[in-house]
């Protein structure tokens, strides 16, 4: 299996809803990454787990807020967006170490509607 | 900021013609060098990737070219094709840290 899944594949929220993204592999990777990418745009690193762990924030507003509960799933949770967060959202997974991990493999990301 | 800087933004060429995308950067500690291809609707896919011990790697139509002492390096797109209009990105690497990306070409392929 050399996929990431992403679930949903289209949200649409307001502002005060609550609402989580998921990712799902299973090619025994153990570093996971959440991107955010705007449209013509390069996608921006927003937080990376290795073994399951936070390892990298980049400065991303507390209203994102990830969650890794085991080697195969990334979450990251939603709470009082704001229309500009409108974005695709992708989940990336590589190796931690070795010539694997700078080779990521990305889902088709969730495309998130903030009205 | 270590950037990667590409080139052109947007880049139209006739079917079978040669596409040409190229990339600079700044930081000598960067050791592996990838190229991504992402179709609209869709997450980046590696296409091809380089180390810079290595001034070529091809893989069927697909060149990169690189030049460590003008710390540069490109993608050629040989027999370019329709079903190869996509966005393509450039990002460099450096062990313990992230894949910075270029800002991303979108190149468009007509037939």
Redesign the interface.
């Known amino acids: 299996d050399t996929e990431?899944t992403q679930t949903p594949k289209h949200l649409v929220m307001g502002m005060t809803n609550k609402k989580s993204l998921k990712c799902e592999q299973h090619m025994g990777h153990r570093a996971m990454?959440w991107y955010k990418q705007k449209a013509?745009?390069?996608?921006e690193?927003m937080f990376?787990y290795s073994y399951e762990k936070l390892s990298?924030n980049e400065s991303v507003p507390s209203r994102f807020s990830p969650e890794c509960p085991n080697s195969s799933l990334l979450n990251l949770h939603l709470h009082a967006l704001q229309p500009e967060d409108s974005a695709l959202y992708?989940c990336?997974s590589s190796q931690v170490s070795g010539v694997g991990?700078?080779?990521?493999?990305?889902?088709?990301?969730s495309r998130l509607t903030v009205l | 900021q270590q950037q990667v800087k590409q080139s052109p933004q947007s880049l139209i060429v006739q079917k079978g013609g040669i596409s040409i995308i190229n990339c600079a950067y700044e930081n000598t500690a960067f050791d592996y060098f990838p190229w991504y291809q992402q179709f609209p609707g869709k997450g980046p896919a590696l296409l091809i990737a380089i180390r810079p011990d290595v001034s070529e790697k091809k893989e069927g139509r697909f060149t990169i070219s690189f030049n460590k002492s003008a710390k540069q390096f490109s993608l050629h797109i040989m027999d370019s094709q329709p079903g190869d209009s996509a966005t393509y990105f450039c990002a460099a690497y450096q062990a313990g840290t992230a894949l910075i990306f270029g800002k991303g070409t979108t190149l468009s392929v007509s037939s």
């Open positions: 990431v990454y013509k745009k390069p996608p690193l990376v990298i992708l990336a991990a700078n080779v990521l493999t990305f889902g088709a990301g």
